[in-house]
């Protein structure tokens, strides 16, 4: 029930904030734009590790491990973080635990029509 709230929080408010700073609305059309940008392609899930593992990780550690989000969603107590790429699109959702931020649910999307992936496998492809 608290995932199905989180989404649907999610995608009605539909302010976001992108990695700049900016304000973004959140669209079901997003189509990510060709990018010469870098992402950490350092196959850490293609070794042991898998989805659950990034559970209960602190904001901090999630950044070492996979890079900044492309998306920062702040709403009260929880972040969304966005992790766009041409595939699909990875959501962590965070909640405040001991005065700092710990994932408590990963989903990951298919850009194509919306539908939920393994998360492993697309962490996998995709990182």
């Not at 199905?4 to 009605?12: E, K, Q, R, Y």
């Not at 909640?95 to 539908?115: F, L």
């Amino acid at each position: 029930m608290k995932k199905i709230i989180l989404c649907v929080l999610f995608l009605t408010l539909g302010c976001s904030v992108n990695q700049n700073g900016n304000y973004a609305s959140v669209s079901n059309s997003y189509s990510p734009k060709k990018t010469t940008k870098k992402y950490k392609s350092n196959s850490f899930f293609s070794r042991n590790y898998n989805a659950s593992y990034l559970s209960n990780k602190s904001d901090g550690e999630i950044t070492r491990m996979i890079g900044e989000p492309d998306i920062k969603r702040f709403d009260h107590p929880t972040q969304t973080w966005l992790y766009q790429r041409e595939n699909g699109t990875l959501f962590l959702f965070f909640e405040q635990q001991n005065d700092k931020n710990v994932v408590k649910h990963i989903e990951a999307r298919n850009r194509i029509d919306d539908n939920k992936v393994d998360s492993d496998e697309f962490l996998r492809r995709s990182f």
